[in-house]
T-cell receptor, first 110, second 116 residues
Framework: EDQVTQSPEALRLQEGESSSLNCSYTVSGLRGLFWYRQDPGKGPEFLFTLYSAGEEKEKERLKATLTKKESFLHITAPKPEDSATYLCAVQTSGTYKYIFGTGTRLKVLA | GAVVSQHPSWVICKSGTSVKIECRSLDFQATTMFWYRQFPKQSLMLMATSNEGSKATYEQGVEKDKFLINHASLTLSTLTVTSAHPEDSSFYIC????????????FGPGTRLTVL
């Protein structure tokens, strides 16, 4: 069965304290892996798409990487405005549907 | 980037009534839209896939007669919650597949439904 797991479930960081969020997946065939940011009461906001192992994408303080079994979202020198829930989703071969992970709730303290 | 809107952003209704939620892709045409449901502090649960001009495909366990989906144009999909009950109260989010990047879904802001 296709499965996506995110860890940790929640993370508290001091402003400027870099860290990484993990998204592990077990799927029959990976079409793409997606990272989103979701603020409370809002819809997910697209961040990155990764297609193949070794691929990396960057945007401001965020960097996403992909291996054959997992993806990491690295947050460098985070700011309080980076506080949100970060979701990863996997798309398997032959479908456009997403399988979402449970998310990581990030809180960055000033 | 691609923009998806939803209307209304929140709605309160009485038990037994029906509620319609609209999802629009504002700057692109979407042949495929998706409807999700999200409970507090939980991830998104896919309810159905909506394809323009054809019947929606529902996920296992989702009642087709309860959640009616219509995708009548390339920019509009609607979800109607029929005979709503308090257990239908939830956050409903739609997404649209960007045809210029066929794998990426862009999400609407969500609709908070409260059934009294």
């Amino acid at each position: 069965e296709d499965q996506v797991t995110q860890s940790p479930e929640a993370l508290r960081l001091q402003e400027g304290e870099s860290s990484s969020l993990n998204c592990s997946y077990t799927v029959s065939g990976l079409r793409g892996l997606f990272w989103y940011r979701q603020d409370p009461g809002k819809g997910p906001e697209f961040l990155f798409t990764l297609y193949s192992a070794g691929e990396e994408k960057e945007k401001e303080r965020l960097k996403a990487t992909l291996t054959k079994k997992e993806s990491f979202l690295h947050i460098t020198a985070p700011k309080p405005e980076d506080s949100a829930t970060y979701l990863c989703a996997v798309q398997t071969s032959g479908t456009y549907k997403y399988i979402f992970g449970t998310g990581t709730r990030l809180k960055v303290l000033a | 980037g691609a923009v998806v809107s939803q209307h209304p952003s929140w709605v309160i209704c009485k038990s037994g009534t029906s509620v319609k939620i609209e999802c629009r892709s504002l700057d692109f045409q979407a042949t495929t839209m998706f409807w999700y449901r999200q409970f507090p502090k939980q991830s998104l649960m896919l309810m159905a896939t909506s394809n323009e001009g054809s019947k929606a495909t529902y996920e296992q366990g989702v009642e087709k007669d309860k959640f009616l989906i219509n995708h009548a144009s390339l920019t509009l999909s609607t979800l109607t919650v029929t005979s709503a009950h308090p257990e239908d109260s939830s956050f409903y989010i739609c997404s649209a597949r960007d045809p210029t990047n066929t794998d990426t879904q862009y999400f609407g802001p969500g609709t908070r439904l409260t059934v009294l």
